[in-house]
């Protein structure tokens, strides 16, 4: 697979896995010794560093006294160059995440990268095994990966610093549930706080984290994301797109935006916010476990969350895709056995509630999180998600053939990340053109990518792979909608 299949193959769905998870520090951990014939383990989780040692491999290795682990947690990009490294040379771990590599799981998949587990023991049977999906975790009838985490999420939680909403006279418990009531808490912290405080941070030099952002703001205002799954057709260009945008460049205009919001990142953005510069950050889940990992005072000082405010008080649902698998078995692998018994661990309640206790994104069995020794803010984080998010469909779960497009689509710039950006730092100020613009280059390249799949490799697919004509925008796409699409 080359560098342009990769790349061109990434949704949302792995970009917000990049990001996620990008609180690693390139750091070797070893559990249970690290001999050349150890158990290869690599991720890039770094909040879940003490919980997988304790509560995974400590007590594997404890019952299995043969079987050393060895962990290598790195930074997302690090970890995808290395993957890649690992793949020709011969050298890849026995169990890795995805992070990094840009692409579906299917591509991988049909590339040969994993084996599959489900005979090596017994997902279909554990408690995750209704969240198992055909074309996600799924291939041709042999399970090769679980959902460790839940689909019910979002990136674009606010998350507010309640020292210094106290201080400008605001009420934490007083949600702002319209955008204007959050751009009303945002001017006054940043007038109520003294200098050097703004209202919010947007961390805008990385376009994958604006993308995110005015996606679900879009959803927030009744898009139904990217694409309508009505018609299947690209919906970039839906009035809710501009408006959210629109909603950014006033947060501009106000002067409620740390100034230093366009040269940060999003771990740059979270230790700003974290120093007290700023009152509100809107991110993921995991925002409260990487400062509890790397600014732990800023969580002694109080963290609360907010459900994602909508243009109107009348609520509409955001949308995500059911969850990917998170860690495969390589097919290099010898280990295979003690590999898939290991995972099936992480099936289980009791480590799904350890794994809800280290505060990332939300494990596969949210329901854990109410009994979980969590802080209280992300507890209400979880219990949002509930109310906010819906299941959409999987255009690859219904159709085989769909991920060969994804994996043949290249990138198209500007993206709604690049025009953002653009609108931002003032080089553009035609939203509707660029969104327009992007929308049609988007179909034409899908439309390219169909037409080499089906000519060149015989696949038989079209854009009706798209269309999920009896989606319930109140309810999630479930298994069972699927069978009866």
């Known amino acids: 697979m080359g560098r342009r299949q990769f790349i061109g193959g990434a949704g949302a769905a792995a970009l917000a896995a990049a990001l996620a998870g990008c609180t690693g520090g390139g750091q070797m951990s070893r559990e249970s010794g690290g001999s050349?014939?150890?158990?290869?383990?690599?991720?890039?989780?770094?909040?879940?560093?003490?919980?997988?040692?304790?509560?995974?491999?400590?007590?594997?290795?404890?019952?299995?006294?043969?079987?050393?682990?060895?962990?290598?947690?790195?930074?997302?990009?690090?970890?995808?160059?290395?993957?890649?490294?690992?793949?020709?040379?011969?050298?890849?771990?026995?169990?890795?995440?995805?992070?990094?590599?840009?692409?579906?799981?299917?591509?991988?998949?049909?590339?040969?990268?994993?084996?599959?587990?489900?005979?090596?023991?017994?997902?279909?049977?554990?408690?995750?095994?209704?969240?198992?999906?055909?074309?996600?975790?799924?291939?041709?009838?042999?399970?090769?990966?679980?959902?460790?985490?839940?689909?019910?999420?979002?990136?674009?939680?606010?998350?507010?610093?309640?020292?210094?909403?106290?201080?400008?006279?605001?009420?934490?418990?007083?949600?702002?549930?319209?955008?204007?009531?959050?751009?009303?808490?945002a001017r006054r912290l940043t007038k109520g706080t003294g200098d050097g405080v703004y209202g919010i941070v947007v961390p805008s030099k990385e376009t994958e984290y604006l993308q995110f952002l005015v996606n679900r703001l879009a959803m927030t205002a009744g898009a139904p994301g990217g694409i309508d799954w009505t018609t299947g057709a690209y919906a970039y260009d839906a009035q809710q797109y501009a408006d959210a945008i629109e909603f950014l460049i006033a947060l501009q205009t106000d002067k409620v935006v740390h100034p230093a919001s366009p040269s940060m990142g999003a771990r740059d953005a979270r230790a700003r916010w974290a120093a007290g510069q700023a009152g509100v950050y809107l991110w993921g889940a995991w925002f409260i476990g990487g400062l509890r990992v790397d600014e732990p005072e800023a969580v002694e000082r109080g963290v609360g969350t907010w459900h994602i405010p909508c243009p109107e008080k009348s609520r509409n649902f955001v949308y995500s895709p059911p969850q990917s698998g998170t860690f495969w078995v390589s097919s290099q692998s010898k280990r295979a056995k003690d590999a898939a018994d290991l995972m099936l661990q992480m099936t289980t309640k009791e480590f799904q509630a350890r794994l809800a206790a280290a505060m990332d994104q939300p494990p596969a069995l949210a329901d854990v999180v109410e009994e979980a020794e969590v802080h209280p803010a992300y507890r209400q984080c979880v219990a949002n998600f509930q109310d906010d998010v819906r299941i959409a469909p999987a255009p690859e779960v219904a159709t085989p053939g769909v991920w060969q497009v994804l994996a043949e689509m290249r990138d198209v710039h500007p993206n709604l990340g690049d025009i953002v950006q653009s609108v931002l730092t003032g080089s553009t100020t035609d939203v509707a053109g660029e969104l327009r613009r992007y929308t049609d280059a988007m179909s034409a390249e899908r439309e390219r990518a169909i037409k080499v799949v089906r000519e060149e490799k015989g696949v038989e697919v079209d854009t009706k792979a798209w269309v999920f004509a009896n989606w319930d925008r109140k309810a999630d796409y479930d298994q069972q909608a699927y069978a009866e699409r």
Request: hydrophobic letters at 35%; charged letters at 25%.
């Open 36 to 185: 050349s014939g150890s158990l290869q383990w690599w991720d890039q989780f770094r909040p879940l560093t003490k919980m997988l040692q304790d509560d995974l491999f400590g007590p594997y290795t404890k019952e299995h006294p043969g079987v050393t682990i060895e962990r290598r947690q790195m930074d997302v990009p690090d970890l995808g160059q290395a993957l890649q490294v690992g793949r020709r040379s011969n050298q890849m771990p026995d169990v890795h995440s995805l992070a990094g590599l840009g692409t579906s799981a299917a591509a991988l998949v049909s590339e040969s990268w994993f084996q599959p587990i489900g005979k090596l023991a017994d997902f279909k049977g554990s408690p995750v095994g209704e969240f198992l999906y055909d074309g996600m975790h799924r291939f041709d009838g042999e399970i090769y990966s679980f959902p460790m985490f839940s689909g019910r999420w979002h990136e674009a939680v606010p998350w507010y610093n309640t020292a210094l909403l106290k201080q400008a006279g605001a009420d934490p418990e007083e949600e702002p549930a319209t955008w204007d009531d959050l751009r009303d808490v």
